[in-house]
């Protein structure tokens, strides 16, 4: 029997059950929220951009949720090398906003990075079998080199609290990433899967430090008066649920008691440890709270940057959670004896009636991965 379908339309009882909370998704999957069994994979149709996801119970923002795509079949290495460019061209605009100050945005590497994108991409062409291998584990190796070159950089970033640490734990993502689909592309599911798991374990810790400096040091900021109907406590909750999954809103209402008095009592200028300059593409923060401040008429501005800061957050979730589907979507290449090919090549076999996003891979029973 065939342990999966293929189609254009989610199933209703899916859908009923993402809303009314029986499912989740999570990255690229749709799993049973008690037990944690994947339903179905979502993939894109098309993979020249990722894309905000509308579904049944998921949070809409309007931010393009992540620089990855849904499922690890749809970011090979071309849109890699695309995604490393969006990074660099990033980088290169934060650099031209901070000419005046003393911080230096490193640049130096992407160039070698491409390269080795662009080599392993001409390998996958030759018919030599040999020839290929030997060029994609030359490639393999430089990609290992990008990774210990870019976690240094987005370390001493977090360091110093600047959230340009995102571009350089985006660019670790997409070397790991490069290296799994050459694995993956050679057949060697194992190793694709070894990699990738290495990748989340260094990348988690990092992308929770980098929302913990988002958050600030008195996360209580998100909920002050002047962000009513734009950050809510279930939104600020849904941040600390990543962190600690045992959470709920009441136990976060209660860890921003304190900080929400000490927000009315004094100007954000004495809460501690603040981002430093937007210049740096982090926050600036330099307002009182109280409608009665002469910095009051600074709010505007100031009160778009914590939203910004809060899709921020989300996104870096979203990325974290992509790179974990991946993980599933390769155990269950693995699991079902299917070659990475024979799994790209999954389509849906009905017509397309409408222009739609996404097709949905269909589990005929749930499975743990």
Known sequence: MN?????????????????????????????????????????????T????????????????????NLGISAIGL???????????????????EIKDLNHKVNLGFYAN????????????????LAYRE????????????????YKNLADKELEQKNVIAIEYLLTLSLAYLAQVHC???????????ARLQEGIEKLRPRFQKYVEVLLTDNPAIYLQPQLKGKISLSRLTRVYQWINPTLDENTVFELQRDNLFELAKYSMQSVKDLPKPVALGVLTLKFAFSPN??????????????????????????????????ETEIKAIHQLGMSFQDWMQLAPTEAQIARVDLMY???SEPIAL
Request: hydrophobic share 45%.
């Open 293 to 326: 401040s002469p910095s009051a008429k600074n709010i505007t501005s100031q009160k778009d940057e914590l939203v910004k800061a809060m899709i921020t957050m989300e996104s870096v979730i979203e990325t974290s959670q992509r790179l974990q589907a991946y």
């Open 78 to 96: 071309p849109i890699i090398l695309q995604r490393l460019g969006v990074i660099e061209n990033n980088l290169r605009q934060i650099q031209t």
């Open 361 to 363: 891979i269909l589990l």
């Open 183 to 193: 694995y993956l592309e050679l057949g060697e599911s194992k190793k694709a899967l």
């Open 134 to 149: 030997s060029r994609a584990l030359e490639a393999i190796s430089r990609f290992a080199e990008a990774q210990s070159i």
């Open 3 to 47: 342990p999966f379908s293929v189609t254009f339309d989610l199933p209703v009882e899916i859908a009923q059950g993402l809303a009314i909370g029986d499912y989740e998704r999570v990255g690229g999957i749709i799993r049973e929220a008690g037990s944690k069994q994947v339903v179905a994979w979502l993939r894109e149709l098309g993979s």
């Open 113 to 128: 990075f491409e390269a080795a994108l662009q080599a392993a991409t001409d390998a996958f062409t030759f018919e030599n």
């Open 49 to 68: 951009l990722p894309r905000t996801v509308a579904l049944p119970g998921m949070l809409q923002t309007a931010t393009a949720a992540s620089l990855l």
